[in-house]
């Protein structure tokens, strides 16, 4: 019970009348990815957006276990505190690379903001973590000094992934990190994601429509429709054997296309 | 031997004899005089008034006389004489229901209840220039004005167009009814995210060319609101004042006011009511009052959950930089000397070059 | 001097009450040094942009037995210091003087004097952008929400940037500082070359930006440190050459073009300190 990371219950935002997601709740644990996925309007963004704290809730509660084992209320935390940990153990890998990275800043200036803010002051070490970073998600480390829109998304979002995990977070949000990709491209960076997920034993909530992704990605998965989550399971169970009709109309079609 | 610059306050004296010189002009032609300027620029006069904030003709023309007729500057001579008026107190709101009107139009109906009053607009006019003007001394009212057209058969009060909208429910009210006391602008800075009492003060004391160009932009697709316009209504307005020892409101004076109202674009698909636009001015100032009104529109986009899709919706970008007191002492203010910043900075680039210079050569520093 | 002031207009120009709410702004600067306090900022008879928030400030302090000393550019002859010290002789009366140990309230533009200053005194400096992060961030907004909660990664990413690019901080004036170790302050437009005479001043500092209407201060015996690395430490300019008037090697210098081909000389910016450095000489 106490080793859990992420304790969601009842979580609930109502856009006006409108239903945002209703009544999720869940754990997750350290070094855990769990794939939330539904087609658009299904509230997993939304659900997201709680969870990484961006959005208040209407109801409910997300509480995080800190590296000290303390358990914090992300909803109720000062605006200072919820930003301190954004910086330091959480991450966000948002679908447009553009709203996660600084455009007009350099990759090198990009990937150290994070230890900036934190008070590393020496430019010799923060550019060395630069450096190093961008090797650990297979950017030309040469490049350091370029700018993002100097890069193709792919290599944007390898480097959103660097500016995030420079802090070594626990736990990593992330909004369709590979859509708008080419499928050679998109594979490669799924490959890089498991490597780096196994690696540092990050936990991830992973929004994706794309069920292979989920696959490929992920250990749970939970389905979402109508702002309400429909099934949850083991990834490989729900997508070999899923119960509720509308799981079985996701997965099918895809099987379809 | 070179001795350090000295006299500049013998410069500046001879430059503000200089001025009253141009000022002046060629002494054979007559002085131009403040009842010259307020009654026969009177539109330079109001708005003056306007961006200067502050209800006092003779005032205002005397600042446009001695700011040669730059009206920018002439704003600012009246802003910085009202910074040291003292201060009775607040009126009561303007009623603009009960205004004497001179001229009253809508363009949502063909004819409204107190008719069109067309009364002293340059719309229809065709822009010949007119040599006739050149001489002087000509007779006030021989061709163009004919009698019977100063508020003869113009009902008073001037019933309202918006209130036939309003009466059927189909038009937003005005006033959230939660009553607070409006904020000053002169008083406290501008603070965001400002509310809409905040953001019509900016608005009348805006810069007209600017609000112009804002308001234009949200017509050619950068913030669309479809407006149109309700009604516009020029003339005077009774200022009502209530003095501490009396308890009562009396009557200080009247000023002559432009109010435009637009009906733009409605929200709700069930309910759906028209949205609003509000637009005010000193004096006869129409462009100034409609641009207003367009800009008040746009920058409600947020409340009204509009996306934002151009600058005359963005409350931070129109609200600092709409006031062109502020504006001219920023823009001019480069003509200060700033040879010491100048210093660093070329101390800074030959350094830089220096530098490359000397890797290029192979030198260590 | 005499001390007659403008008929129909309050001692040195301001009302009381616009007065007492400039001085609660100060107040409250100096209690929260480094911190920029919004203020009702008037328009004055200068324009904004031209010192208004300065004089303000020193309306609101200045009293009859004050010495005011006006400088732009470290000088008292250019023409705005000029226009500045008449403004302030015309409406308080107050004696003037060009000698910086001699003033209690010295108004600057874009530097401090080279004399050290001393307990009593109060140094009034004009502002143009009173927000240190401005450029990077122009959201008004989000800068406050930046200086609340110290968010002030971005400021030193601009000076990773300038590194990466140049080999060094780019910044020559207006270089940003950190007050008592919270606050990060622009100090307007004074070369680098002034930043350490901000730091445990004996004087009393006040910032005031008109046009954008905030007000911040120093106290006095305030650790103020320009922003750096560790391995590239802030260093302020030098030349290579002495003043050609009075062969100062220490004080900040001005740039003469003397002719068409070229030939310069650089002079004392502080023109009170090296008057008084040929006084002494000759």
């Not at chain 2, 918006?162 to 603070?191: C, F, K, M, N, Y």
């Not at chain 3, 005011?68 to 550019?73: P, R, S, T």
């Not at chain 3, 307007?188 to 001043?201: E, G, L, Q, T, W």
């Amino acid at each position: 019970m106490d080793q859990e990371l992420l304790r969601v219950s009842g979580l609930t935002r109502y856009y006006g009348s409108r239903v945002g997601c209703r009544d999720v709740s869940f754990s997750l644990w350290p070094g855990e990815v769990l794939a939330i996925v539904g087609e658009s309007g299904s509230g997993k963004s939304t659900l997201l957006s709680l969870l990484s704290g961006r959005l208040a809730p209407t109801a409910g509660d997300v509480s995080y276990r800190d590296r000290d084992g303390r358990w914090l209320s992300l909803p109720n935390l000062s605006e200072a505190d919820r930003r301190r940990l954004q910086r330091t153990d959480l991450g966000v890998v948002h679908q447009n690379p553009r709203d996660g990275l600084r455009m007009r800043v350099s990759a090198g200036g990009n990937i150290g903001e994070r230890l900036m803010a934190l008070g590393h002051r020496h430019y010799g070490r923060l550019r060395g973590a630069g450096l190093d970073w961008m090797e650990r998600v297979e950017l030309d480390p040469q490049r350091i000094d370029d700018h993002p829109s100097a890069f193709s998304g792919g290599m944007q979002q390898r480097l959103q992934i660097a500016r995030n995990l420079v802090t070594e977070p626990r736990l990593v949000f992330m909004d369709e990190p590979t859509s708008g990709l080419d499928v050679s491209v998109q594979a490669r960076l799924l490959d890089l994601l498991r490597h780096l997920v196994a690696a540092m034993g990050l936990a991830v909530v992973l929004v994706t429509h794309d069920l292979a992704v989920a696959r490929i990605l992920a250990h749970r998965m939970m389905v979402m429709r109508g702002g309400e989550v429909v099934e949850t399971g083991l990834a490989d169970q729900v997508l070999d054997d899923p119960c509720h009709p509308y799981t079985q109309l996701l997965v099918s079609s895809i099987l379809q296309a | 031997m070179y001795v350090a610059v000295k006299g500049g306050e013998k410069a500046i004296a001879a430059a503000h004899r200089l001025l009253a010189r141009e000022r002046r002009g060629a002494p054979e032609i007559a002085e131009i005089s403040l009842d010259q300027i307020r009654e026969q620029l009177s539109l330079s006069v109001d708005r003056v008034m306007s961006e200067g904030a502050l209800y006092d003709e003779d005032c205002a023309a005397l600042a446009v006389k001695q700011a040669r007729g730059d009206l920018v500057e002439a704003v600012f001579l009246l802003r910085a004489y009202r910074t040291t008026l003292p201060r009775f107190g607040y009126s009561q709101p303007a009623d603009s229901s009960r205004m004497h009107v001179r001229r009253r139009i809508s363009a949502t109906f063909k004819d409204v209840p107190g008719g069109q009053v067309l009364g002293p607009t340059f719309d229809y006019t065709h822009r010949l220039l007119d040599w006739s003007l050149a001489g002087e001394g000509k007779e006030a009212g021989t061709e163009e004005s004919s009698g019977g057209d100063s508020g003869v058969g113009v009902p008073s009060p001037m019933p309202r167009v918006l209130d036939v909208l309003g009466r059927e429910g189909i038009i937003e009210s005005e006033g959230s009814g939660d009553d607070h006391e409006p904020a000053d602008l002169t008083r406290q800075p501008l603070d965001l995210p400002a509310g809409r009492d905040v953001r019509l003060q900016n608005l009348a004391r805006a810069d007209e060319g600017f609000l112009l160009a804002m308001g234009y932009s949200s017509q050619r697709g950068f913030g669309s609101t479809h407006p149109f316009v309700g009604e516009i209504r020029m003339g005077e307005v009774e200022i009502e004042f209530v003095p501490e020892e009396l308890g009562f409101p009396v009557t200080i004076g009247e000023i002559t006011l432009t109010e435009c109202e637009t009906v733009n674009q409605f929200i709700g698909s069930g309910e759906a009511r028209f949205t609003r636009g509000y637009g005010l001015t000193f004096g006869q100032g129409e462009r100034k009052a409609m641009s207003m009104a367009l800009v008040d529109r746009a920058l409600r986009a947020p409340e009204l959950g509009e996306e934002k899709k151009g600058p005359a919706q963005d409350a931070e970008f129109v609200l600092y930089h709409s006031d062109n007191v502020e504006a001219s002492g920023f823009v001019q203010h480069l003509k200060l000397p700033h040879y010491v910043d100048f210093q660093s900075e070329l101390v800074l680039v030959r350094g830089l070059r220096r530098t490359v210079r000397e890797e290029e050569s192979g030198h260590d520093i | 001097m005499t001390s007659e002031t403008m008929p129909g207009y309050n001692y040195a120009y301001l009302d009381e009450q616009t007065k007492a709410m400039i001085r609660r702004a100060i107040l409250k600067a100096v209690a929260i040094p480094g911190h920029q306090v919004p203020f009702g900022s008037r328009e004055m008879p200068l324009p904004y942009g031209w010192g208004t928030g300065g004089i303000q400030i020193t309306a609101s302090i200045i009293g009859p037995e004050d010495v005011l000393k006006v400088i732009d550019q470290g000088s008292d002859d250019t023409t705005n210091a000029v226009s500045i010290r008449s403004f302030f002789a015309k409406t308080a009366g107050v004696a003037t003087t060009t000698r910086t140990e001699e003033a209690t309230v010295i108004q600057t533009r874009h530097r401090i004097p080279e004399t050290h200053l001393t307990d009593g005194q109060i140094i009034v400096y004009q502002v143009p952008i009173p927000e240190p992060l401005r450029f990077m961030e122009p959201s008004e907004s989000e800068t406050r929400t930046m200086h609340a909660l110290e968010e002030y990664g971005v400021m030193h990413v601009k000076l990773y940037e300038d590194i990466a690019e140049h080999g060094r901080i780019a910044k020559s004036y207006d270089y940003p500082v950190r007050v008592e170790g919270r606050y990060v302050m622009a100090p307007s437009p004074i070369p680098k070359f002034d930043n350490p005479k901000m730091h445990d001043s004996l004087a009393l500092q006040l910032f005031g930006a008109g046009r954008e209407k905030r007000i911040y201060a120093i106290p006095p015996h305030t650790r103020v440190e320009s922003l750096d690395f560790e391995d590239h430490p802030f260093e302020i300019q030098k030349w290579d050459y002495a003043c050609a008037i009075c062969g100062a090697r220490d004080s900040f210098l001005d740039e003469i073009i003397t002719d068409d081909r070229g030939g310069r000389m650089f002079v004392c910016s502080d023109s009170d300190h090296c008057a008084r450095r040929v006084g002494e000489d000759s």
